[in-house]
Nanobody, 122 residues
Framework: QVQLVESGGGLVQAGGSLRLSCSAS????????MGWYRQVSGKQREWVGD???????NYADSAKGRFTISRDNTKNTVLLNMNSLRPEDSRVYYC????????????????WGQGNQLPVSS
């Protein structure tokens, strides 16, 4: 069984910065791509960005220049550093990872974190 556990977050003022962390644990064999999504209640989950095992990153236009994704492969952890936050960034943020585990054999399965509410006040 694999779990993704998120930490960080909390109320932040517009223009401020915040970091979210997400760690994968369990009977992990390998972790492939990791990334972040966000969602407003009642709407589709929105891709924020992702990072490959080698550190190559991709970002949504809304995140470029303000958000940075990094990872620590030794700890199976992905970070989301957010700067210049705006009220419209107020979402629930979810981490995502493709993981192969003892239970899945060689198959990469998709896992989600529990979600982290990020309110940005104006």
């Amino acid at each position: 069984q694999v779990q993704l556990v998120e930490s960080g977050g909390g109320l932040v003022q517009a223009g401020g910065s915040l970091r979210l962390s997400c760690s994968a644990s369990g009977s992990i064999i390998s972790v492939a791509g990791m990334g972040w999504y966000r969602q407003v209640s009642g709407k589709q989950r929105e891709w924020v960005g992702d990072i490959s095992p080698g550190g190559r990153t991709n970002y949504a236009d809304s995140a470029k220049g303000r958000f940075t994704i990094s990872r620590d492969n030794t700890k199976n952890t992905v970070l989301l550093n957010m700067n210049s936050l705006r009220p419209e960034d107020s979402r629930v943020y979810y981490c995502n990872a493709e993981v192969s585990s003892i239970g899945s054999g060689d198959r990469l399965l998709n896992y989600w974190g529990q979600g982290n509410q990020l309110p940005v006040s104006s």
